[in-house]
């Protein structure tokens, strides 16, 4: 398996409060993503990153920021967390673009939001 | 927008047949999909994925990629139970974006 943590993996707030997610990877890998799935929906892009500090917009970025200051971390920031934010979030990993390298998953963290 | 339809399933099939799943997109310019199997309550997982116009094949599982009519298929010979899974078809945006566009997966399950 891709070396790939997600942390934490469950985690219940209120709503107003900030709430940061972590992804760390151990294969140097140069994209990241962050996705969220809910029922019915798929997975959909939240941001990625192609390198340190190179970051972009995916489908549903709105209530939602990213940071990379290394290679082996990508952080998701809920500013001010929402209802409609809970979910499953998902990060991923590859070696090169999308197109040309397939993207591997870590094992998910489950916010709730209360 | 650029979207990947699936159907929902359940896809019910017995022991031992084909599975056969089905994909659509409505990006032309689509270059690269990707199937991805899906246990409940864990992540999406790697199966195959496809560039060229054709089919595919790894172990029991085989990829068709039909780009005139815009469908990407999977088939999962000798099915088995713990081939139960949902599975995600996703497709490489085109136009140079980073992005692929998954759709919301088809059920599958095998019963003995």
């Known amino acids: 398996d891709a070396g790939i943590t997600q942390s934490p993996r469950h985690k219940v707030t209120e709503t107003g409060t900030p709430v940061t997610l972590r992804c760390h990877q151990t294969?140097?890998?140069?994209?990241m993503y962050w996705y969220r799935q809910d029922p019915g929906h798929g997975l959909r892009l939240i941001h990625y990153?192609?390198?340190?500090?190179?970051?972009d917009k995916g489908e549903v970025s709105d209530g939602y920021s990213v940071s990379r200051s290394k290679t082996e971390d990508f952080l998701l920031t809920l500013e001010s967390a929402t209802s409609s934010q809970t979910s499953v979030y998902f990060c991923a990993i590859s070696d090169g673009g999308p197109g040309n390298q397939p993207q591997h998953f870590g094992d998910g963290t489950r916010l709730s939001i209360l | 927008q650029k979207e990947v339809e699936q159907n929902s399933g359940p896809l019910s099939v017995p022991e031992g047949a084909i599975a056969s799943l089905n994909c659509t997109y409505s990006?032309?310019?689509?270059?690269?999909f990707f199937w991805y199997r899906q246990y409940s309550g864990k992540s999406p997982e790697l199966i195959m994925f496809?560039?060229?116009?054709g089919d595919k094949e790894d172990g029991r599982f085989t990829a068709q990629l039909n780009k005139a009519s815009q469908y990407v298929s999977l088939l999962i010979r000798d099915s088995q139970p713990s081939d139960s899974a949902t599975y995600l078809c996703a497709g490489l945006v085109s136009g140079g974006y980073n992005k692929l566009i998954f759709g919301a997966g088809t059920r599958l399950a095998v019963h003995p």
């Open positions: 294969e140097n890998h140069r994209y």
């Open positions: 496809i560039y060229s116009n």
């Open positions: 990153s192609y390198g340190v500090k190179d970051t």
């Open positions: 990006d032309r310019g689509s270059q690269s």
